[in-house]
C-alpha cells in the first residue's frame, strides 16, 4: 500500500471515530479527531506532489502555497481545515473550552467536505480508499 493510501485510510479510520465520538456525545475528541481527518487528507495531497512535513503549520501553510494560490483548492475548502485546526487547538489544550454538539456535527461535515475535495483532487471516487 502506498504512503498515500495509508494517509487516506487513516483519514477515513479518524472520520469515523469522529463519529464514534459524536455518539458518545465527548465532543472535545470528536473535533480532534475530524481535524485529524482532514490533516491525514492534507497530507497526502502533498505527497502526491512529493512535498513533506511533519508539522500541522507547516501542513496547512504548504497546502495554501501549493494547491489554494495555485487554484486547485478553494480558499473556502482550505478554510475549513484551518478553522479545524484552531477547535482542535482549543480542544486539547484549552481546559475552560466547551464543545458543543453543533461544532462537533459542524466539524465532522466540514472534514467530509474536505476530504471529499482532497479526493476528488486526486482522481479518487468519494469512498475510494
Do not use: W
Not at 493510501?5 to 480532534?32: I, M, P, V, W
Not at 501553510?61 to 494560490?69: A, Q
Request: glycine share 2%.
Amino acid at each position: 500500500m502506498s504512503e498515500i493510501n495509508k494517509l487516506l485510510n487513516l483519514a477515513f479510520e479518524d472520520l469515523e471515530t469522529a463519529e464514534f465520538l459524536f455518539a458518545g456525545q465527548r465532543y472535545r475528541s470528536c473535533l480532534s479527531r475530524a481535524y485529524y481527518a482532514m490533516y491525514y487528507s492534507a497530507q497526502a495531497l502533498l505527497l502526491s506532489e512529493n512535498i513533506e512535513t511533519s508539522t500541522h503549520k507547516g501542513v496547512i501553510k504548504l497546502i495554501n502555497l501549493h494547491f489554494v494560490r495555485t487554484k486547485q483548492l478553494d480558499h473556502k475548502i482550505f478554510k475549513l481545515l484551518n478553522d479545524a485546526y484552531d477547535l482542535r487547538q482549543l480542544g486539547d489544550y484549552s481546559p475552560n473550552f466547551t464543545a458543543t454538539s453543533l461544532s462537533a456535527r459542524e466539524a465532522i461535515d466540514n472534514a467530509q467536505i474536505f476530504i471529499n475535495e482532497i479526493n476528488k483532487i486526486l482522481n479518487l471516487e468519494k469512498d475510494n480508499r
